[in-house]
């Protein structure tokens, strides 16, 4: 178990290529933006799904 973690403490210093500063910044925003898009589209397919449920059941009544 030590061997192993000290393995992986190696590896993680001298192996792993960290991204750049704006790279970090680009990819943040990126997912952002993207995170934002599809909670709005999944908003929007709710919404629709809600009113048509809505109004069948409104049409069942009468």
């Known amino acids: 178990m030590l061997n192993y973690?000290?393995?992986?403490?190696n590896e993680l210093k001298n192996h792993v290529t960290w991204t750049t500063w704006a790279e970090l910044q680009?990819?943040?925003?990126?997912?952002?933006?993207?995170?934002i898009v599809l909670?709005?589209?999944?908003?929007?397919?709710?919404?629709?799904f809600s009113e048509i449920v809505s109004?069948?059941?409104?049409?069942?009544?009468?």
């Open 39 to 48: 909670s709005l589209a999944i908003w929007g397919i709710d919404t629709v």
């Open 26 to 35: 680009r990819l943040t925003v990126l997912v952002a933006v993207f995170s």
């Open 55 to 62: 109004q069948y059941f409104n049409w069942i009544k009468s």
């Open 5 to 9: 973690i000290q393995e992986s403490y």
